[in-house]
């Protein structure tokens, strides 16, 4: 089986970026993806749970809830073949995720991050998409040529999930991150 851990958004934060979301549907004809919108951390495969969610509770109580920064760029993520916004990996997240996968590797649970950017997945590609990602070498598009971030959104818990398409049986624990 395998595993994620996640950043989960606020109500406003989801708010805003499902205004994103439905522009990009509308513009590019795409399916949005059902689930909230996160941004993964770490995914693992088979792993003691129980040991696993006592590590993560006691390496995320010293953190506060915080705001990462969205750029105005989009991603395409060839694993899952699913297209984000590209989050701005400097600063709090970066120290969450780094602390995470330190303390867990020293527990013996081994990481299968396959990617060092941070990202919200928000809809799916089509054909059409992922040729434009090819023709572009950078492999990002902006979304908004004016403003050179879209805002920031505020991350108020981390969840670990199951990676299948049940949505009653993804939600493993959750675990909320303290207030300012």
């Known amino acids: 089986m395998k595993y994620q851990l996640v950043a989960l958004f606020d109500q406003n934060s989801n708010e805003f970026i499902d205004v994103i979301q ?9 399916y949005k993806l059902k689930s909230d919108f996160c941004i993964p951390l770490q995914s693992f495969n088979d792993a003691n749970i129980d040991e696993f969610t006592k ?8 953190y506060k809830k915080f705001k990462v920064q969205i750029t105005p760029q989009l991603f395409l993520d060839d694993y899952s073949k699913l297209v984000g916004l590209k989050v701005d990996k400097s600063g709090y997240i970066n120290k969450i995720s780094r602390t995470l996968s ?27 998409i992922r040729k434009m990602f090819k ?9 908004k040529n004016n403003l050179p971030y879209l805002g920031f959104a505020k ?7 199951k990676s299948i398409n049940n949505k009653k049986d993804i939600l493993i624990k959750s675990f909320p991150l303290r207030d300012y």
């Open 155 to 161: 991350i108020e818990r981390l969840e670990l999930r």
């Open 102 to 128: 330190d303390t867990l590797a020293l527990h013996g649970f081994n990481s299968n991050n396959h990617k060092c950017d941070f990202g919200i997945p928000v809809v799916s590609s089509n054909y059409h």
């Open 22 to 30: 439905r522009d990009l549907c509308k513009k590019y004809r795409v």
């Open 55 to 62: 590590i993560i509770q006691e390496s995320i109580t010293p």
């Open 135 to 143: 023709e572009k070498p950078s492999c990002a598009i902006n979304i």
